[in-house]
Every structure is written in C-alpha cells, then in structure tokens.
C-alpha cells in the first residue's frame, strides 16, 4: 500500500522593488520564489538575481518559474529522504514544467487552487500599492499582522515559515484565496 503523495505548490516571479521598512520602497528588479507544502506546515521564499531580464527589456518571467520548480524539486528531495515519502509538484506554467525536466511536476489550471501563486501574488501587490500610494497617504493606518508578514516575505533573502505561524495562510484557509489571486 503506497501513502499519497504530498502536494507541493511553487511559484515565481520578477518585480521591481524591495522594501526598506513598511511603507517605503526601493526600486530594483529582484526575482522572487515561493514553496508551499501545507501538509508539512512548510513555507519558504527566496530571492534570486540572475537571468532576471530579457534581452527587449522585459521580465524574463520564464526563468523565476523554471527556477521556483527546481528549488521545490530540492526542497522535495531533503524532505522527501527525511520522510521516505513521495511529492508532487505543481507549477502554473507548462513552458517552465518542460524545461525544468523533473518528472514529479504537474500542471496546475488557472481555476485551482494555487498557493504558492497566491503568496507571491499578495507580496508583489503589497509593493505595489505601497509604490503608488507613496507620498498620497498621509497617515496611514497601523500596519496589520499580514501587511507585517508581507513585508517581512518581500525583504527576504531566504526565509523558511511554518504555514500555521502565517497570517496570510490564515486568511486562505479561512476566506479562501481572493479571487483575482487565483
């Protein structure tokens, strides 16, 4: 009798900025990926800076996902060895999946549940509000524990977390994931 396999959801992506404290922002492209294995309470976020624009100026986006599946695929095979247990990984992006060429990665469709894409998601927006808002909020509210881990995950160079410690994980199991992060 073999045991289920256990899902692993990974994600990556370019964006242009880092945060020196809460509210204010640095620009400079970073790539960014996310692993997620909820049925071992395992997060982790990382930053990586190589590859990370194309040639006409543009995210190279192909790559942070290439990227993201391969360090999930490491990320499994510690875990995998520790547990004697097997993984699937799942990625948004079939170009990525063939490229990274590891044969325990899966397709995800954009109606399932993703998230790893849903975190990254979340920080990536952070900045993003946070850049345009710069200098137009006068007071703004005091920061939230989510808009606390948000900024802790965008300034990240490597940062493992336990799932359950994760306001924004909360929020998921609770509220589910917001629509427009699916």
């Not at 606390?148 to 994760?166: D, G, P």
């Amino acid at each position: 009798m073999s045991e289920k396999e256990i899902e692993v959801y990974c994600d990556g992506s370019i964006s242009g900025a880092t945060l020196e404290d809460i509210e204010r922002h640095t620009a400079n492209f970073i790539g960014r990926i996310v692993v997620v294995i909820p049925e071992l309470n395992y997060g982790l976020i990382e930053k990586f800076d190589d590859d990370l624009m194309l040639p006409n100026g543009h995210g190279n986006f192909l790559h942070a996902e290439v990227v993201a599946i391969r360090r999930a695929g490491e990320v499994c095979g510690m875990k995998g060895r520790e547990l004697n247990r097997r993984f699937v990984i799942y990625s948004d992006n079939s170009d990525a999946i063939r490229i990274a060429r590891l044969s325990h990665v899966k397709w995800i469709g954009p109606q399932e549940r993703h998230l790893a894409d849903a975190y990254l998601k979340l920080v990536v927006s952070r900045w993003g509000y946070l850049r345009r808002s710069e200098g137009k909020v006068h007071r703004r509210r005091p920061p939230t524990p989510r808009h606390l881990e948000l900024a802790q995950l965008l300034n990240a160079e490597h940062m493992e977390f336990q799932l359950s410690e994760s306001p924004l994980f909360r929020m998921f199991q609770t509220e589910g994931i917001p629509r427009s992060y699916r």
